[in-house]
């Protein structure tokens, strides 16, 4: 799972991004408005962890930019403004749930947690499952059965993408920028190849065919 985190206090914005790779996360930082509403426009992220005093730009101007083009990511909003009228002004804004700081780091793991779960089809111990396929995202762990399926990272995220967005057509871009990000200099090619590297990991378990190929657009997880 992916997390942007926009936080200009660069101690700060460090130790939870540590805290959150510890917990298997992948994070992105941003330390100001902009380039955070520019790396939530052009990435693709499970949640966002904001803070709201901002250079430039606002968390809440960034938020409200994100609604107004329709994209739902959930976010968490980080402030040293604790009261209620400005827990209210994150709600409105756009944000999902607002967490005052100083906070304990049991808390921003739970309510990230949280969101994650009311965004995604997963059971309260955060697995996707197609079937008998079951996925850890924490663990990064696939199994069929008791079995376990063994994959390379790229083909795990992969995996994790389709199945944690089934029934929806992912065009190759987005898959691409999910996965290997904007900025990678690998071949446009690269994500059929990994879809054909995946669909034979697959194949044993019968689940290659759950990966459909729409034509001249990506793909789509359907399960079997």
Do not use: C
């Amino acid at each position: 799972m992916r997390i942007l985190l926009v936080e200009d206090d660069r101690g700060l914005s460090q130790a939870l991004a540590e805290l959150l790779r510890e917990e298997s996360f992948q994070v992105d930082v941003a330390y100001d408005g902009e380039e955070g509403l520019y790396l939530a426009e052009t990435g693709v992220y499970d949640a966002l962890v904001v803070d709201v005093m901002l250079p430039g730009l606002s968390g809440y101007d960034l938020v409200r930019s994100l609604r107004d083009k329709r994209l739902h990511v959930p976010v968490l909003f980080l402030t040293a403004l604790g009261d209620v009228d400005h827990r209210v002004q994150g709600l409105n804004a756009g944000g999902d749930d607002y967490l005052p700081k100083p906070f304990a780091t049991e808390e921003f793991l739970a309510r990230l947690r949280a969101l994650l779960r009311r965004n995604r089809e997963l059971g309260t111990d955060m697995t996707l499952r197609s079937g008998s396929l079951v996925l850890d995202p924490l663990a990064r762990r696939v199994a069929y059965g008791d079995e376990p399926v063994k994959l390379s990272d790229k083909e795990f995220d992969l995996l994790e993408y389709l199945l944690s967005h089934r029934g929806q057509i992912l065009t190759r871009e987005r898959i691409f920028n999910r996965i290997w990000g904007i900025h990678s200099d690998v071949m446009d090619t690269t994500v059929d190849l990994y879809v054909h590297y995946l669909r034979k990991k697959l194949q044993p378990f019968g689940y290659d065919a759950a990966i459909r190929t729409i034509r001249n657009v990506g793909y789509m997880w359907s399960d079997p």
